[in-house]
């Protein structure tokens, strides 16, 4: 592809001046009617519950821009696929049902209470409740749960998904899975106890204080052995919670209906009340905007935001309908910092004078819309964050500063600029348009970039393979990522920490592997407190900015759509700002 020389930046600043007049008119009124009836007002699920129901039955229905990275528990790490998959999976403890930062609070699941934590900080016990089965009635048991956690060290066959638990209770690799177990019952994993169907126990080489976190993802779910069908499960994962796989298409779309077999008393967290939940995947994001607003879908899967002119209709038109959500997500640009010339760190801070932060901001919508410029990674929600910018973006009101860009090109050896390319993903909104942007506001110094676009559903094997990001010569790519946890471990480690890189699925795509930075993560897994850990993330925060390995923009907020239908839509801090599906009902 050539490179794209055009105005659009500029055309986009218009947009967004009518989209933040748009947004002050809805925030001085009340809900608008839209073709299904009348919404529950401006910003309703942000500011409490929209339409507070516990009335059963009807079809929820969501709409997604792509498909599923996994149906499959063990190898989910798309967020709205967590959020999802809570219809038909059961943790040991997940998050708690409520509102905003409310919902970052650890609560039971299947387990009876929260871990008996005992051996400074290194045994973790819980007992099963009673009543819990599978789609076929048979109990779910302490096997199970260690079963399904076992399956993430078979990434030969299942990849994808976090490592977290793995790196955690095995940190030198010495289990290989239950498909090469030689153990009769496939569950030799020595970190994992479970002296009867009703009891568990974890065993941590060291302590961890974001442990309980861990078991929260969707990685900690059971798996029944003899229902695994390895590379296939995700296919038709066997449900533990509400709701079962009907169907499921890749590409197309998916059909839950009710598990027959699950027993309310024995959930204290899922409602239930839709009989049906429906999934449709369509890339054209416009198009996903206009069924919307039409009343065809319930819900935005991915909860990304609207796309520019879907966004500017729904404020005008229908804004008892609209919730602009904050988010825990940051929007960046990851420099492969083993692809030349951002192996100099000199021409990676080049980059980041040249660049007009605020022309960046405006492709996703403006401040009032789309949130605040970003100066450091960590997002403002998580303990260590601050207002650190060595570069002085704020300073200069996002503004790039020609005269810095061109001195570090002169001290990286490339006085007359450079070419490089970037990778974009198609089916996020405003992404292609972001690089666009950059990249008219660095060809002003001599940086020639030219944008590759791709299919995020393709990423993990383009942007997650660093042979793959060497062998195109891709030096940047526009990306945005959410803390897996709310904790700078659980934002940053798969990012930034040398030990998470991987040939495949990998998200340290600047392949840093720093050991001072190593080790900074080291001391904050140690620490029960989570403001000194917090201190120390700080100075990871910095590293990275002083190192300049990765190039944050925008601090997120989404224009998300809420059909008049829906009930009991709620931002859920620990779902990164997105309803809280497992909650969700709609009115027949």
């Not at 401006?42 to 709409?63: D, E, H, R």
């Not at 942007?437 to 002003?444: N, Y």
């Not at 080790?519 to 620490?527: C, I, Q, V």
Request: charged share 25%; net charge positive; glycine share 10%.
């Amino acid at each position: 592809m050539k490179p794209l020389r055009s105005s659009r930046s500029r055309r986009i600043a218009g947009a967004a001046l009518t989209v933040g007049a748009l947004m002050a008119t809805a925030a001085c009124g009340g809900g608008s009617k839209d073709d299904k009836g009348e919404g529950a007002g401006f910003n309703a699920a942000v500011t409490g519950i929209a339409s507070k129901s516990t009335k059963t039955g009807g079809t929820l229905k969501f709409v997604n821009k792509q498909d599923f990275d996994s149906l499959d528990p063990q190898r989910q790490y798309y967020g709205f696929a967590w959020d999802f998959s809570r219809f038909y999976t059961r943790q040991l403890i997940t998050y708690a049902p409520k509102p905003g930062k409310e919902s970052n609070t650890l609560v039971p699941d299947l387990a009876t209470s929260n871990a008996k934590i005992t051996d400074d900080g290194k045994t973790y016990t819980y007992t099963l409740r009673d009543g819990i089965t599978w789609e076929d009635g048979s109990p779910i048991t302490a096997q199970d749960v260690k079963y399904g956690i076992e399956r993430i060290w078979a990434k030969d066959v299942i990849s994808g998904g976090p490592a977290y638990l793995r790196q955690v209770l095995d940190p030198k690799g010495e289990y290989k899975g239950p498909y090469k177990d030689t153990s009769k019952d496939k569950l030799g994993l020595k970190a994992i106890e479970t002296p009867d169907a009703k009891t568990i126990i974890f065993r941590l080489p060291k302590p961890n204080g974001d442990f309980e976190q861990m078991l929260a993802m969707p990685t900690g779910s059971p798996v029944k052995a003899d229902k695994d069908t390895a590379a296939k499960y995700t296919n038709q994962p066997f449900s533990s919670g509400p709701y079962k796989v009907e169907s499921y298409k890749p590409g197309k779309g998916a059909v839950l209906v009710r598990n027959t077999k699950w027993k309310k008393e024995s959930d204290p967290i899922r409602p239930a009340l839709p009989d049906k939940i429906t999934v449709d995947f369509n890339s054209n994001l416009d198009a996903i905007d206009q069924r919307l607003i039409k009343g065809d879908y319930d819900v935005f899967l991915s909860a990304t935001g609207m796309s520019q002119a879907g966004r500017s209709e729904a404020i005008k038109q229908h804004k008892g309908n609209v919730d602009n959500i904050p988010t825990s997500f940051v929007r960046y640009v990851d420099f492969a910092t083993k692809v030349k010339p951002f192996d100099n760190v000199h021409c990676r801070k080049a980059v980041f004078y040249a660049t007009d932060f605020e022309a960046l901001q405006t492709t996703r919508g403006g401040p009032q819309a789309a949130g605040d410029i970003a100066t450091t990674m960590l997002p403002k929600s998580i303990a260590g964050a601050d207002d650190y910018d060595p570069y002085g973006v704020l300073e200069r009101k996002g503004a790039p500063d020609a005269a810095k860009a061109k001195d570090e090109l002169k001290q990286c050896g490339k006085p007359g600029g450079f070419k490089t390319n970037i990778v974009a993903r198609t089916d996020q909104p405003n992404e292609v348009e972001a690089a666009e942007t950059l990249q008219e506001s660095l060809a002003k110094v001599g940086i020639d970039i030219e944008v590759n676009n791709i299919d995020g559903a393709s990423s993990a094997s383009i942007t997650g393979s660093p042979e793959v990001m060497k062998k195109r010569g891709y030096g940047l790519s526009m990306t945005g990522w959410g803390p897996d946890f709310p904790t700078g471990q659980g934002f940053e480690q798969p990012l930034i920490d040398g030990r998470f890189i991987q040939q495949t699925g990998n998200y340290n795509v600047s392949e840093t592997n720093d050991p001072t930075i190593n080790g900074y993560f080291d001391e904050a897994l140690k620490e029960t407190d989570p403001a000194a850990a917090g201190e120390i993330y700080k100075k990871i925060n910095h590293a990275i900015a002083d190192k300049a390995v990765q190039m944050p923009f925008l601090y997120e907020k989404n224009i998300t759509w809420r059909s008049s239908r829906l009930t009991n839509a709620f931002s859920s801090g620990a779902y990164n700002g997105r309803y809280d599906y497992s909650q969700l009902g709609v009115v027949k």
